[in-house]
């Protein structure tokens, strides 16, 4: 069965998941409990404060849970990449139920033995506390459950904005289109349900003596055998992996293209390939290889410094190799040579503006800074080696705030003089397509992204033949080349494969 | 203290009365529930007042303990207005006997009879001594008894309890509301003799109200009639058997 094989293969990494989605849903439910009991409270006490309050519990619940991240994301202190976002839509699911049960619990109470406490003197805080809460124990267990269950359920969508947890696995296998991948996160997440449903079950019929107890046995048996039908299904119907390489890329043009040139240098070799392009962002590539899903990508030196190994910006390109070799055999990754272009940040202007005034170098904006405005993708903006470092290193001071919005809109905005200088990628297909001109780094201030194949060393060491063909690709690929091949699938629509095929031939 | 058998006028010198109401007037909305009743009971006697649902009875009894208000007149509870009392202090010194008994489901029958006390902050050892006492008052054996939940109990069972926790701080008043009413008639019949032999006990001033004549001339030193929101008659069970008024006579004729 290769999905409990992967999970063996898998199980420190799927432990860490388990616990960050344990932890996501119980910090969430504990906030939304502390929240929605006082409100569940003052709604069963006081309707004309409570139905507008269930109201608006309501209508949270129905805002779609993706389109609830993507409304929180942009809001300050709440907003952000990160489980701090995750935990405030959690909550926000959570609410309803336990704000509900919590009053209908109340509610629901025989009127006689409220009567009896007033009776016998009690003052409505301890009416409160000895009476009611006690009595509405049980169906404020029951919300609490519900919402567990659901919020179990919602936390797979966190691993979209970063937070964690088993939706990581659902959202890697969907980009992989890899069933079992998919099933190693969701199983886990249903298994978690159920025993929080088990548990809390257990809890509510303890909490209340005499109450006819649910068929729970009866759910819990039907619904592991469907989880073991689904596990059995999914095993039989998964092909089982072969021997050949599995070649991964991140999600956009050039890694595709990038994974494409790895595939077709040893396809041309005869070593047999499976393609895995278009899987995601960094961290879900470096993941991948290590749990050994893929055996390659092509990464970039500065990229893999930070980002990854979360080590200070360095400038020396051979420093930052040896670096990166040294970190990346510890964990049994190794670094091939780089493929030769650099795919840094690159100060743009439009070329007819780079003429007419003769800019050649970022230093030559200085004179222009005060009358131009910049425009920036979101990363660029917000990095502290991105826009704050670049205007503090050249001493730039531009006319207003720069403009930020999505990257690929930041080309065609300077294109179309919305903003007069940007900052892209020195591969981009844009940069010739719209006719812009890339300004000289000249005092060095951005790292180099030499573009370098990563490849798993177990795998070099069982197939030689492998390095010895990636090796022909070692400092092949200029910029241009790059660049060219960039533009030909995003500007002019062609076909990755075919691209890359003329490209090889050429080499050769 | 005598259990003075009041015969004459609420203005009986047998000391202050406990409760005394004057020219009181209820109503819910546009309804007049209760319409110039005066009344006074004295210590120790045991008021039984009759009439059909709806007669008023029960709000009778909610104005002595504040659950409400009057809208005309005063209801005095040891000569103060109840308007002046704080609700909490007035309803601790007043036992409440509730027809649907209203236990708290999830306390034990010993922390049922014990809430009270325990809201006045006896300590443990007393409020267990006093649940002991007041079970073997009620014929409940404490030993059985005491550490069972309500839902174990037969209805007459819980009625008892409902009689000992209304006992439980001794309070100089004790207010029931057709207590033994859903009862079946034989437990009706035993309980109510089991009662008077507490009240004989106590002596503890009871306002007791019912629809039942016969349990009313069982238990009560008076007996007051309530009609259409008024008092039309209030004496001792022998003047009532004996009254010529009409309106009382049809209550011994449907009643009894």
């Not at chain 1, 890899?178 to 190693?184: F, G, P």
């Not at chain 1, 055996?295 to 910006?313: F, R, W």
């Not at chain 1, 743009?348 to 503006?353: A, E, I, P």
Request: with cysteine; charged share 20%; proline share 5%.
């Amino acid at each position: 069965m290769r999905l409990i094989s992967f999970w063996i293969a898998h199980r420190l990494e799927l432990a860490a998941m388990v616990e960050r989605h344990l932890f996501l849903v119980a910090v969430s439910t504990l906030a939304a409990a502390a929240i929605g009991l006082p409100a569940g409270v003052i709604a069963a006490h006081r309707p004309r404060i409570g139905r507008p309050l269930l109201a608006v519990a309501s209508i949270a619940q129905t805002i779609p849970s993706l389109a609830l991240l993507g409304f929180l994301l942009p809001i300050p202190f709440i907003g952000g990449i990160g489980p701090r976002i995750a935990i405030v839509a959690l909550v926000l699911y959570a609410l309803l139920p336990i704000v509900r049960s919590t009053a209908a619990g109340l509610k629901s109470i025989d009127p006689a033995v409220i009567e009896a406490g007033v009776a016998m003197g009690m003052t409505p805080r301890q009416l409160l506390w000895l009476v009611e809460l006690p009595l509405a124990l049980p169906s404020i267990v029951a919300g609490i459950r519900i919402a567990t269950i659901v919020g179990i359920g919602t936390a797979t969508i966190a691993a979209a904005i970063g937070a964690g947890g088993l939706g990581e696995y659902i959202f890697r296998g969907l980009s992989m289109v890899d069933s079992t991948v998919i099933l190693a996160g969701a199983i886990p997440a249903a298994l978690l349900a159920l025993a929080a449903d088990g548990a809390l079950t257990w809890l509510e019929r303890r909490l209340s003596p005499g109450r006819r107890a649910w068929p729970r046995t009866t759910a819990i048996a039907i619904g592991t055998a469907a989880v073991m039908a689904v596990v059995v299904l999914a095993s039989v119907l998964t092909p089982s992996r072969s021997d050949a390489i599995v070649i991964g890329s991140k999600n956009f043009t050039e890694q595709v293209v990038l994974g494409e040139l790895l595939a077709q240098t040893l396809e041309r070799r005869g070593i047999p390939v499976t393609r895995r392009l278009n899987l995601g962002g960094t961290f879900i590539c470096d993941r991948a290889m290590l749990s050994g899903d893929i055996d390659m990508y092509v990464e970039y030196t500065g990229t893999a410094l930070t980002a990854i190994l979360k080590q200070p910006v360095l400038k020396d390109p051979d420093v930052i190799l040896a670096n990166l070799r040294d970190a990346y055999s510890r964990r049994g990754l190794s670094v091939l040579a780089p493929l030769g272009f650099n795919n840094t940040f690159a100060i743009l202007v439009r070329r007819g503006d780079a003429e007419a005034r003769g800019l050649r170098t970022i230093g030559d904006l200085r004179a222009m800074a005060a009358e131009w405005r910049p425009g920036f993708g979101y990363e660029f903006a917000e990095r502290a080696d991105g826009y704050a470092g670049l205007s503090s290193a050249y001493g730039l001071r531009f006319a207003g705030q720069p403009r930020v919005m999505e990257l690929d809109l930041v080309y065609r905005a300077l294109a179309s003089g919305q903003v007069d200088v940007i900052a892209g990628d020195a591969t981009s297909g844009l940069i010739n397509a719209l006719d812009l001109a890339m300004l000289a780094d000249d005092r060095g201030y951005f790292p180099p992204y030499h573009a370098v194949p990563i490849v798993r060393s177990a795998v070099l060491l069982r197939r030689p033949d492998i390095g010895n063909a990636l090796a022909q690709l070692a400092g092949r690929i200029s910029e241009e080349s790059m660049r060219a091949m960039n533009s030909a699938v995003d500007v002019d629509h062609r076909d990755v494969a075919a691209t890359v095929r003329e490209f090889l031939s050429r080499l050769q | 203290m005598t259990r003075t058998p009041s015969t004459e006028s609420r203005d009986e010198a047998a000391g202050a009365p406990v409760v005394a109401f004057l020219g009181v007037r209820h109503a819910y909305d546009t309804r007049v529930v209760l319409d110039d009743i005066s009344l006074s009971i004295a210590r120790g006697e045991a008021l039984a007042l009759v009439g059909r649902s709806g007669a008023g009875k029960t709000t009778l009894l909610k104005l002595i303990n504040r659950l409400v208000l009057p809208h005309a007149g005063a209801v005095l509870v040891d000569g103060r207005d109840t308007r002046e009392w704080d609700p909490i202090e007035l309803r601790r010194r007043t036992g409440y006997v509730l027809q649907e008994v209203g236990l708290f489901p999830h306390l034990t029958i010993e922390d049922n009879v014990t809430l009270v006390p325990r809201l006045e902050g006896w300590p443990e050892s007393r409020r267990r001594a006093r649940a002991l006492e007041l079970l073997d008052l009620v014929g409940l054996p404490p030993a059985e008894f005491a550490k069972r939940w309500p839902r174990e109990l037969s209805g007459g069972q819980r009625q008892r309890v409902g009689v000992a926790r209304a006992l439980a701080v001794d309070p100089p008043v004790l207010l029931m509301d057709e207590p033994f009413g859903a009862l079946d008639p034989m437990t009706r019949v035993e309980l109510r003799q089991e009662f008077q032999r507490i009240q004989r006990h106590l002596r503890q001033t009871v306002v007791l109200v019912t629809h039942d004549m016969a349990e009313a001339f069982a238990l009560g030193d008076r007996v007051g009639v309530l009609d259409g929101g008024r008092l039309i008659a209030c004496d001792t069970p022998e003047r009532i058997a004996r009254a010529t008024d009409p309106n009382v006579r049809q209550f011994l004729v449907t009643c009894a």
